[in-house]
């Protein structure tokens, strides 16, 4: 059975978002949309986590703490980039401080793309990532 | 024959103890207005930890969890066989004391102070555990589990002061709120994760696991007070425990974490007056 399906867990990180996005990510856990029903949890901890949901863009002050939260996260994990500030950069693109999406530092899995993202869209980005979570984890399993 | 016994003991508890922390996160989703997990949740988290990579800190820090269950399991095999009750509670204290150990080991700020606070805890509620011991002892002459729950008459008769000192220390034992200060399973996030924030995989599962026999230990405590010669009251022993843990859920979801001082004071005022008047009434007569 896949256990890592049935019980991801989540770290949140706000890079350069105007908070629109992260209030969404916390929506997703209020009584309406429940994410707890798919095992969905939300941890303050890279090493208990295994979905990287993450809000904003990256700037020149946040690309080393991204990398260490994404290096300290066990395997196998998944990226998921929230909201179109995350994904390119959005309205801040232009910004002298902002680098750009998530995936100038590190590798990211799923796009959800709106601004800010819907708790749907949300709790659909992260179940697709659960996809690849279960692809990941056989690749683990190859390596070794 | 023993052996049996003893490998369904170590195989069914945590079956037991899983299910009930799968009630008690239903339960507590349902107090929040929302749906709630699967019962099976607790499991599906467990195996998916073994599925994923432990990260290594230190040697040590590993070390320590893995010992702690060692005794945590021998604290079951005791207390369920109808064996002496103050020897299980000094392994399950020394089971205590190696998470507090491994805690520290791995140099983390955060988990240094939730082993800090996870000795706070142990010094809360270990006098009332102990004095729960003596107290029975007063009562039913015996300290062996098997003699306590074949007496003629409940404990629970004698030591009704002791008993409602017990609940209120078993808030601790159970990792709830108010008194969860080392962890709690809830999303309280202001230490990170406390004790187990540097744990992850196979390690956090052994946590988790650990936790579920210990969920059995403190209920089993509970059921002694009320089991008899009778087989009746094994029944009621078993409704009461059912009612204790309720209870705490309710408690959980209902209040807010305190500060350790407060914790620790009004364990020891509860111990003190609770206990120790139940204790010494008893011993008037
Ligand atoms: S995508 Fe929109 S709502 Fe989300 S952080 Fe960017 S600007 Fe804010």
């Known amino acids: 059975m896949d256990g890592i399906k049935k019980s991801p867990w989540i770290l949140h990180y706000d890079g350069t978002s105007c908070n629109g996005?992260?209030?969404?990510?916390l929506a997703c856990l209020t009584p309406l949309y429940d994410v707890e029903r798919f095992g969905i949890i939300n941890t303050g901890n890279p090493k208990h986590a295994d979905v990287f949901l993450i809000t904003g863009s990256v700037n020149e002050?946040?690309?080393p703490v991204v990398k260490q939260l994404y290096e300290q996260m066990p395997e196998p994990k998944v990226v998921v980039a929230v909201g179109i500030c995350a994904t390119s950069g959005g309205i801040f693109a232009e910004c002298y401080n902002v680098a750009g999406g998530v995936d100038k530092v590190i590798p990211v899995d799923v796009y959800v793309p709106g601004c800010a993202a819907r708790p749907e869209a949300i709790i659909d980005g992260v179940v697709k990532g659960l996809e690849i979570l279960g692809e990941k984890k056989k690749n683990v399993g190859k390596r070794k | 024959m023993n052996l049996i016994k003893i490998i369904a003991i170590i195989i069914l508890t945590p079956l037991v103890g899983g299910l009930l922390t799968g009630f008690d996160r239903i339960i507590s989703a349902r107090l929040q207005g929302r749906q709630g997990p699967p019962l099976l949740q607790p499991f599906y988290d467990v195996l998916k930890l073994t599925?994923?990579?432990s990260i290594e800190v230190n040697s040590m820090h590993r070390f320590f969890v893995y010992v702690s269950l060692v005794f945590v399991v021998f604290t079951t095999l005791i207390m369920l066989s109808g064996g002496d009750i103050l020897l299980a509670i000094f392994a399950l204290t020394l089971g205590s004391v190696f998470f507090v150990l491994g805690g520290y080991a791995s140099n983390s700020p955060y988990n240094t102070i939730?082993?800090?606070r996870e000795l706070l805890q142990i010094m809360s509620y270990e006098p009332m555990v102990l004095l729960t011991c003596i107290g029975l002892?007063?009562?039913q002459k015996s300290f062996f589990i098997k003699d306590i729950i074949s007496a003629t008459k409940p404990s629970i008769i004698y030591l009704p002061g002791v008993f409602l000192g017990l609940v209120f220390v078993l808030t601790f034992k159970l990792r709830k709120?108010?008194?969860d200060l080392s962890m709690s399973h809830h999303g309280h996030q202001e230490i990170v994760k406390g004790i187990t924030t540097e744990?992850?995989?196979?390690d956090l599962a052994v946590i988790e696991v650990t936790h579920w026999y210990e969920v059995i230990i403190s209920l089993t405590l509970v059921y002694v007070f009320f089991a008899t010669v009778s087989p009746i009251s094994h029944v009621f022993a078993v409704i009461a425990c059912l009612l204790v843990y309720l209870f705490e859920i309710i408690i959980d979801n209902s209040s807010a974490r305190v500060k350790w001082q407060h914790a620790l004071r009004s364990a020891w005022v509860v111990t003190g007056v609770m206990g120790t008047v139940n204790l010494l009434i008893l011993s008037f007569f």
């Open chain 2, 137 to 139: 002892y007063y009562a």
């Open chain 2, 51 to 53: 599925e994923k990579e």
């Open chain 2, 199 to 202: 744990y992850s995989g196979k």
């Open chain 1, 21 to 25: 996005c992260d209030i969404e990510v």
């Open chain 2, 177 to 179: 709120s108010p008194f």
């Open chain 1, 61 to 63: 002050q946040n690309i």
């Open chain 2, 114 to 116: 939730g082993s800090e």
